[in-house]
Every structure is written in C-alpha cells, then in structure tokens.
C-alpha cells in the first residue's frame, strides 16, 4: 500500500522558514516524478513545485513569490522529497500536500497545514 506522509507544518511569523518533508512507501522512490502542491481556504488545489527522478529539472509554479523562496529536493535513499519554504508570507498560507506520480499513477499524501500570520 502506497503512503505519502507530510511533516513539517506548523504556525509561523512572516519571514519565517519552514521545511516540509514527506516520506514514500509502498512504492518505487525513485522512479516518481515528486511533487508539492498546496490548497489555501475557499482555493483549488495548486501547484507549488516538481523535481523529476533524476533531480535534473525543477519547476515551481508561475509568479516571482515563489521563485526564489521555495526550493524543492529529493533524497532517494531515505524515499523522502523536502520543501525549503524561506521568507514566508501569509499568502503561503495552505495546506501543503505532497504528490507522487509514476507518469500512470498518481498518490497523494493527506496534507500538513502551515500557517503564516502575525
């Protein structure tokens, strides 16, 4: 059974960092395409970033917020994809989800909150 667990969330100040973690099982780590994405209240679901299974492209969604402030990574040996979140501001403010895609399949994990507020 496929399990994707996020950590890392929590409530901060703005200009705070956090990390964000999230740990596969059930399936083969490094063959995922990994992803974060991220729902803020009363939005769809978005995407925050993508790092395919060789670390080689990096995508981060459109708009300057993002580029520059969030940094996605993978470690395969510990089947675990990170998301550095620096300079917070409180339109980050979401849940944050981690995502798996084999390019048929895709998992979710259930979502760890950030919240960022003064």
């Known amino acids: 059974q496929v399990q994707l667990v996020e950590s890392g969330g929590g409530l901060v100040r703005p200009g705070d960092s956090l990390r964000l973690s999230c740990v596969a099982s059930g399936l083969t780590f490094s063959r995922h395409r990994m992803s974060w994405f991220r729902q803020a209240p009363g939005k769809d679901r978005e995407l925050v970033a993508t790092?395919?299974?060789?670390?080689?492209?990096?995508?981060?969604q459109d708009g300057d917020s993002e580029r520059g402030r969030f940094t996605i990574s993978r470690d395969n040996a510990k089947n675990t994809v990170y998301l550095q979140m620096d300079s917070l501001k409180p339109e980050d403010t979401a849940v944050y989800y981690c995502n798996a895609n084999s390019g048929k399949l895709d998992y979710w994990g259930q979502g760890t909150s950030v919240t960022v507020s003064s």
């Open positions: 790092l395919d299974t060789f670390e080689l492209f990096r995508t981060y």
